[in-house]
């Protein structure tokens, strides 16, 4: 049992990891619109944050703990190198400024270390494709709907002084950065509860994972899961949501930075309009049971309502390595993953 909870643990920091590393996601347009300290962001984040489980149910969480493994190749290995690629990479991408997918890290890692245990029967085709397939379609959602935002807004404020503008869109950023908060912490935290979960009620269960089911699940929570159904616990839902919080009120500042500056110079108004079109975004794919990269579809965002200014006015070769990060995301996880499950097999 003792390894089951350090597994859970891993989890719980790999939570924390990925509000840390995606902090940048929310609070970096506020930011560089000094609509908000930094200080003051990361606490407007996180705190919408940790309140997305009263709007959002588990339909992600349900994706990632049985929609890309099957659950009778699952056991704490398993868990172990998925957990570990993710983390890994996270880290990597984290110290160069990176603003990679944590999703799409952990997805990886569930991808490297189920493939090198149980080969292609292991991985569900369907759930991978929808992932993958959303590496594509988040971005450019975002591109799609920050740039048709923009035009609306634009030509409205077309119509006002200038300083008005900025004033009104000061207030208003602070209610667009609240709504992506919601959205990303709805669709992200929801994938440590699916690690979780899995742990929980997937391959492992039995007399070790017993107590641990007994501490986490109500009794008709029990009932559910012993009549084989895959059941998120309110206690992980709630533990999971405070440590994406925490990890966000630490904040990534190297990738703030990138995000924030390095992209596209950003006004209050553009960043409404990006904030925006990504919750929206987010909202959508998160009531499908999408474990959506928030980070790509921000970044398409903020792309969009850029080039919608002036084509010029986009580093296009910052955004250029931002992809060819997203690309190879899911592989490099997948192989740290399978690395780490291959020498826990091995070695312990």
Known sequence: MAWIIFLILL????????????????????ISTRVLSPRLAVWW??????????????????????GIIYTQFIDANLVFGALVGACGWNLITWWFGLPSSSSHALIGGLIGAGFLKGGTSALVASGI??????????????????????IIVFNIANN???????????RAE?????????????????????????????????AEVAP????????????AIR?????????????????????TLSGGWRIVKT??????????????????????????????????????????????IGALRRLSGVHWGVAKRIVWAWFITIPAAALISAIAYELKVLLF
């Open 174 to 206: 602070l209610f667009s950065a609240a709504a992506y908060s919601l959205g990303y912490g709805g669709n992200d935290a929801q994938k440590t509860m699916g690690i979780i979960s899995m742990l929980l009620v997937g391959g492992l269960a039995g």
């Open 160 to 170: 006002f002084k200038p300083s008005r503008v900025d004033g009104f869109f000061r």
């Open 212 to 223: 641990l089911q007994e501490f986490f699940y109500s009794h008709q929570e029990l009932a």
């Open 259 to 304: 995000m924030g500056q390095k992209i596209t110079r950003l006004r209050p108004v553009d960043g409404f309009c990006a904030e925006s079109a990504a919750g929206i975004s987010i909202f959508f794919a998160s009531f499908l049971g999408i474990p959506v990269s928030t980070t790509h579809t921000i970044t398409g965002s903020i792309v969009g």
């Open 11 to 30: 989890a719980l920091f790999f939570d924390y990891l990925n509000g840390f590393h995606d902090a940048a996601n929310a609070v970096s347009t506020v």
């Open 227 to 247: 009549a084989g159904e895959f059941v998120v616990p309110l206690s992980v839902v709630i533990i999971c949501q405070g440590a994406i919080a925490l990890g």
């Open 129 to 150: 494709f929808k992932t993958v397939a959303f590496i594509f379609i988040s971005p450019m959602l975002g591109f799609i709907l920050s740039t048709v935002i923009g």
């Open 45 to 66: 984040a996180a705190f919408f944050n940790f309140v997305a489980f009263l709007i959002f149910g588990t339909a992600v969480a349900k994706t990632v703990g049985s």
